[in-house]
């Protein structure tokens, strides 16, 4: 046992000092300190102060008795709990009945008193003390180890998001100088090369924005925007996604679905990105030209879509595991081919959030695996134009605009500035706060796209001196930022924003923008 830290006390009451020296002297042993009472407003003062083991209560005493202690005791919180031992002269007053208390927490020992009998009842409550406090020892070392856990636990997620923030910041202009280098070059092998840089810096976003994902979704902090969608219109999008992947590997892929629409209720974006990360999954851990199928029916009240590959397969005492974060299989192609192993964990956490369940399934090691999602169906949804919000961003404005991009890191600003030369609009530059707000009242641009970090003032406040000036009520203003949590979506529609972008912005979604601010 764990060492004592503090004394058992026994509580002694009897109004007779020689009484209360003997069965002290009857009582005494190692860790146990005995508080003598000689009356019973006496005894009540110490069960308030202390945290008493047994009382050994006299019945007869003068004022008030034995008997009328316990009534008291029982009535106040602190001491009803209190286990009571009768010294009594009498016979009949043993029997007599003790309601409110628990079995076992009232008892008798008839006068003179027998040594022996006094010891091996008081052991018990000796004991029985010694453990409640070992117990009440280790519930606070537990709890303070819980404390502990969840405080590590806090401050790993705060790291993965700042960590995928910082990470996320730099990249948004080398995917932009790519694409920019991409569209002016004429040699096929330098294509080829920029190409390849593309979709590894893509890669890279990818991985990080599931960084960023895996901690909000533990924080409760992704917003789902869930919408009658189909399962053609997600499955299209998750198979555009990973076919990069697909291709890399020379495998077939198989899409098998019902001629009729199968609706969800979803948010669409969420809903691709779990089965992409399937079918990237299926493309990573098969071995080249493999076999990928991918499967939807409705089973009763669900939908369920499968994706299934004949490549590398899982261990059955694996198949729960690989949806554990950071959980990856050791063998040496899983290994070669490892990410960060939050894939599916957030897979899990998506389809859950979405009343849905997710099992992998698998006949062993090389035998293939499948991972089979089941969602709710949304049964009679009326079927609606869902071709009607295309966009062609690839059109050139119906009007350029002269734009104001505002960003303290240069080569950001240039590459995004370059890109909207592309797209045939008139960009400016400037690089912080002062500089922003002079070059908006000089060039009264139709649209301006802000930084939110600036060193000085930040592009809320910006933003909110903007709006202040009538001159830029009707200026499309965009914020650009490296956080993309609602709460700083929120921020900035506060703020006056018209939009909030995260970095690196998807340039097709920009140019949707201002072509709906120039048309
Ligand atoms: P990552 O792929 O980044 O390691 P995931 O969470 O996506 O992380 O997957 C966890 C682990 O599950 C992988 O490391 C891999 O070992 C195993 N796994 C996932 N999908 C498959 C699959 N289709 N076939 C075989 N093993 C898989």
């Known amino acids: 046992m764990t060492s004592m830290k503090h004394p058992v006390y026994f509580l002694l009451v009897d109004d007779l000092e020689e009484n209360l020296l003997s069965l002290e002297a009857l009582l005494r042993r190692p860790g146990l300190t005995m508080l003598k009472a000689r009356s019973g407003p006496e005894a ?40 009571i031992i009768f010294l009594t002269a009498g016979l009949a007053d043993s029997q007599r009945r003790f309601h409110g208390y628990e079995k076992g927490a009232v008892d008798f020992l008839h006068k003179p008193i027998e040594p022996d009998i006094l010891k091996s009842k008081t052991d018990v409550f000796f004991e029985l003390h010694l453990q409640k406090q070992v117990l ?38 080398v995917r932009n100088g790519l694409r920019l280098l991409n569209m002016n070059e004429q040699n096929t092998e330098a294509k ?49 996604t990973s076919q990069p992947m697909i ?44 076999k990928i199928f991918l499967s939807v029916r409705i089973d009763k009240e669900e939908v369920v879509i499968s994706v299934t590959d ?59 695996s499948t991972f089979i999602v089941r969602l709710p169906l949304l049964r009679d949804h009326a079927t609606s134009s869902a071709a009607a919000h295309e966009v062609d961003a690839t059109a050139s404005p119906a009007r350029p605009l002269s734009i104001l991009v505002v960003d303290d890191n240069i080569p950001s600003a240039q590459t995004t500035g370059w890109m909207l030369e592309m797209i045939g609009h008139h960009p400016t530059l400037a690089h912080d706060g002062i500089e922003a707000l002079e070059t908006a009242k000089k060039i009264l641009p139709q649209a301006i796209l802000l930084d939110i970090g600036l060193p000085g003032m930040n592009g809320y406040d910006i933003c909110r001196t903007l709006r202040q000036n009538p001159l830029f009520k009707e200026t499309l203003i965009i914020a650009q930022t490296g956080w993309g949590q609602a709460r700083d979506k929120q921020m900035a529609i506060e703020a006056g924003f018209d939009h909030h972008l995260v970095k690196p912005f998807n340039f097709d979604q920009l140019s949707e923008l201002l072509s709906a601010k120039a048309s």
């Open 44 to 83: 009540l003062e110490l069960l308030l102060k202390y945290d008493i083991a047994l009382a050994l209560l006299d019945v007869q005493m003068p004022g008030m008795d034995g008997f009328e202690l316990a009534e008291l005791m029982r009535g106040n919180e602190r001491t009803r709990r209190v286990p």
């Open 136 to 173: 009440a020892q280790q519930r606070d070392e537990l709890r303070s180890t819980y404390e502990a856990l969840q405080e590590t636990d806090r401050r790993k997620d705060e790291f993965l998001a700042t960590l995928a923030h910082e990470l996320r910041n730099p990249l948004a202009p």
């Open 192 to 240: 080829n090369l920029l190409e390849m840089m593309d979709r590894q810096v893509t890669h890279l976003v990818r991985l990080i924005d599931d960084l960023l994902d895996v901690s909000r979704v533990s924080n409760g902090k992704i917003d789902l925007r869930k919408e009658p969608v189909t399962a053609r219109d997600i499955i299209t999008l998750a198979v555009e």
């Open 247 to 290: 291709d890399d590997g020379q495998h077939s892929l198989t899409v098998k679905m019902p001629e009729e629409d199968v609706w969800l209720n979803g948010d669409p974006n969420r809903l691709s990105q779990v089965i992409a990360n399937l079918l990237t999954n299926a493309a990573k851990y098969t071995r080249t030209k493999g």
């Open 310 to 368: 004949n490549g590398i397969g899982i261990a059955s005492h694996m198949l729960t595991q690989v949806f554990e974060l950071f959980a990856q299989v050791g063998n040496e192609m899983a290994k070669s081919q490892s990410g960060l192993g939050i894939g599916l964990a957030l897979v899990k956490k998506l389809v859950e959030m979405h009343d849905g369940s997710i099992i992998a399934q698998s006949d062993g090691l090389e035998l293939g």
